[in-house]
């Protein structure tokens, strides 16, 4: 797929990319990695010391992550590189490689499956989910638009974006009327009675709490 949308630069094919990508393909689904590399001419360049799958540590976290897949990371051109496509058994896997990761800005489907659409947008965590395209979601103003955890802290577009960059100020007003001697000490057995009566919501406990009877 990527040969074909790219067939002027195939050398992207060959890198990876900095997005999350899923593909289905014959009932299965298959996901490209978060992303370590990015194009630069035809060399690729490391993102993040993080990723650099150079490090053995890196790799044998990789290969501990992804035991059913022994070629997660492969030498190729004397150069690590993490594996772009990783195949999974069950549709319903692809949720648990997403998850096990930190929570990416956005995640992407593909597919004419209701079901696994509902599925998808019910058990993946990210900053946004867009199915069947990829990146749209930027330019709807209506929707907020914003990472989660590790993929950043709040939204913005529109009126989110005027809710993230306020402060609600909270004010609460009340008379001197009404007030009980229960808030204050000295705290007797009566009304440590009477206030447990009333956070169990145990009327009958708190009218006997009242009048002194046990």
Same mark, same amino acid.
């Given at each position: ?20 990508? =899923?593909?289905?393909?014959?009932? /299965?689904?298959?996901?490209?990695? @978060?992303?370590?590399?990015?194009? +630069? %001419? !035809? ?8 990723h650099n799958a150079n490090l053995e540590g890196v790799r044998q976290e990789l290969r501990e992550l992804h035991p059913y897949d022994p070629q997660i990371v492969v030498l190729k051109h004397g150069v690590w590189r ?45 900053? =946004?989910?867009?199915?069947?395209? /990829?990146?749209?979601?930027?330019? @709807?103003?209506?929707?907020?638009? +914003? %990472? !989660? ?66």
């Amino acid at each position: 797929m990527v040969s074909e949308l790219w067939n002027t630069r195939p050398q992207v094919a060959t890198t990876g990319t900095c997005c999350l990508v =899923g593909v289905i393909f014959q009932q /299965t689904l298959f996901i490209a990695n @978060v992303g370590d590399y990015c194009v +630069g %001419g !035809v060399a690729a360049i490391q993102l993040s010391p993080e990723h650099n799958a150079n490090l053995e540590g890196v790799r044998q976290e990789l290969r501990e992550l992804h035991p059913y897949d022994p070629q997660i990371v492969v030498l190729k051109h004397g150069v690590w590189r993490v594996k772009g496509i990783i195949q999974v058994n069950k549709l319903e896997e692809s949720f648990n490689v997403i998850n096990s990761r930190t929570r990416p800005l956005a995640a992407y489907l593909f597919t004419k499956d209701n079901k696994f659409k509902e599925q998808f947008v019910k058990k993946v965590s990210a900053g =946004g989910l867009l199915i069947n395209d /990829t990146s749209l979601h930027l330019v @709807v103003y209506t929707l907020p638009f +914003g %990472g !989660v955890g590790d993929s950043g802290m709040g939204a913005y577009h529109g009126k989110f974006s005027f809710h993230a960059f306020t402060h609600r100020k909270a004010v609460l007003y009340r008379g001197f009327t009404g007030d009980s001697s229960l808030r204050y000490p000295p705290y007797t057995d009566r009304k440590q009675k009477c206030m447990k009566a009333l956070v169990a919501g145990d009327v009958p406990g708190i009218v006997c709490a009242l009048l002194g009877w046990s």
